[in-house]
T-cell receptor, first 111, second 115 residues
């Protein structure tokens, strides 16, 4: 089955700096890569996703890049703000299969 | 909009006791899921129901059973709780597309402690 590894497990950045979280996956047939944000005491919420026919996708301060050859994808958050502090999960799947999640990254944005 | 509602939010059990976690969604989604979240291990799929009337095992199904009561409701049962089942449980729903599970909408979680 699919295996998704996520790094780092914790990340602290100064407010206004950028944050990058990286994930690798094992199944070369995976074609859907979402990112979820989990705020304290809440369930995860989708923030951005990318499909394998696209190399990069942006939504305001958030971007995701995908390298299919190397089987890795990354989340980039620019101009970080205190409300970006949360746990972030990457995931991967292919058609007719369920999502496999990474182990999560605790992002802390320091004022 | 309630979205996905889970009950109870907190529960403490003794080893060997049984309990059922309830989940309901009001988005008319076909697919529903139960995940558990443990520190350093992300979200692991226990069981899922692709559509009303069907259920399938996920990555970690041992010790659990599920029931898709109708399109709205999907319950998770622990028949004989063990300390290893101490975790935070999340129910989710989605409108599955042909290319994959689609966006998952999660409940707020149920924190279960087994003593």
């Amino acid at each position: 089955g699919e295996n998704v590894e996520q790094h780092p497990s914790t990340l602290s950045v100064q407010e206004g700096d950028s944050a990058v979280i990286k994930c690798t996956y094992s199944d070369s047939a995976s074609n859907y890569f979402p990112w979820y944000k989990q705020e304290l005491g809440k369930g995860p919420q989708l923030i951005i996703d990318i499909r394998s026919n696209v190399g990069e996708k942006k939504d305001q301060r958030i971007a995701v890049t995908l390298n299919k050859t190397a089987k890795h994808f990354s989340l980039h958050i620019t101009e970080t703000q205190p409300e970006d502090s949360a746990v972030y999960f990457c995931a991967a799947s292919r058609a007719a299969r369920q999502l496999t999640f990474g182990s999560g990254t605790q992002l802390t944005v320091l004022p | 909009n309630a979205g996905v509602t889970q009950t109870p939010k907190f529960q403490v059990l003794k080893t060997g006791q049984s309990m059922t976690l309830q989940c309901a969604q009001d988005m008319n989604h076909n697919s529903m899921y139960w995940y558990r979240q443990d520190p350093g291990m992300g979200l692991r799929l226990i069981y899922y129901s692709a559509s009303e009337g069907t259920t399938d095992k996920g990555e970690v199904p041992n010790g659990y059973n599920v029931s898709r009561l109708n399109k709205r409701e999907f319950s998770l049962r622990l028949e004989s709780a063990a300390p290893s089942q101490t975790s935070v449980y999340f129910c989710a729903s989605s409108e599955r597309g042909t290319s994959g599970p689609g966006e998952l909408f999660f409940g707020e979680g149920s924190r279960l402690t087994v003593l």
